[in-house]
């Protein structure tokens, strides 16, 4: 177990003080060190990767596989479309420059509003976060938005705003998160599906769209949002072994 204390260590400048939790907590460069040494941070990376691109389940993790989900949580982390729309598991292309992809001929709505709910995954190292705002690039929403634009073709200069259940901060993945947007044409659902996936493939995915009620808002109706934290296992030296497993820290 490590050992160490709050305090600086002012007999020894140099030596580097070990972990130990304190009545007030871990200064911010303790709490770093304990987050980033010997943590092969790059297995979840490789895991959220898979996950994105849709190798991979978050049933996989075990301690979900505990959990008693309701149906439609269930199809949204096992990756299976909901009731009344469509998914696209084949239709992905492999990069922007290569997704060439046909928009099929839309009607006007005539006064008549149509709001789609669809349900993406992104791995969020490769964003600026989610949130869009002037003057910031990279962001997961404006790359929807940019994405669902290219629906209603180069002669529109159409301006389309993504909302979404819920925010993520600069490299933090999700994965079932649903976001609504409204048209007064009518979108192909393939269409909005093939748009997003062509958008950044391999970092963004559209698992599902649908027509919903014209009053949806996926931002002021989502009734549950689940976080998960997931964290490496240290390795430590064991018994002059360089390296050995380290039991769970939670």
Do not use: M
């Not at 963004?204 to 689940?226: D, E, G």
């Amino acid at each position: 177990t490590d050992t160490v204390t709050c305090k600086s260590q002012e007999n020894n400048p140099n030596r580097r003080p070990a972990l130990k939790w304190c009545g007030k907590g871990w200064a911010p460069q303790l709490v770093q060190r304990f987050l980033g040494e010997r943590r092969p941070w790059q297995e979840i990376e490789g895991f959220y990767t898979r996950l994105v691109a849709g190798n991979a389940s978050l049933l996989d993790l075990e301690s979900l596989q505990k959990i008693k989900f309701t149906e439609a949580a269930e199809q949204t982390l096992s990756g299976l479309p909901g009731p009344g729309g469509s998914t696209q598991q084949e239709r992905q292309p492999t990069s922007s420059a290569d997704s060439s992809y046909s928009i099929s001929r839309r009607k006007e709505t005539q006064h008549t509003r149509l709001t789609y709910a669809v349900t993406i995954c992104f791995f969020g190292p490769a964003f600026a976060g989610w949130a869009w705002a002037p003057g910031l690039s990279g962001t997961a929403q404006g790359t929807v938005q940019d994405a669902v634009a290219k629906l209603f073709g180069p002669d529109k200069n159409t301006q389309v705003v993504v909302n979404a259940a819920g925010r993520t901060d600069r490299g933090v993945s999700a994965y079932g998160q649903v976001v609504s947007f409204y048209s007064w044409e009518e979108l192909a659902l393939d269409d909005i599906i093939t748009c997003i996936n062509a958008a950044d493939p391999g970092k963004l995915r559209a698992l599902h769209a649908q027509v919903v009620p014209r009053s949806f808002h996926a931002t002021f109706q989502a009734v549950w949002r689940r976080y998960i934290y997931l964290l490496p296992l240290r390795s430590r030296p064991v018994g002059g072994v360089p390296e050995g497993p380290c039991a769970p820290v939670i």
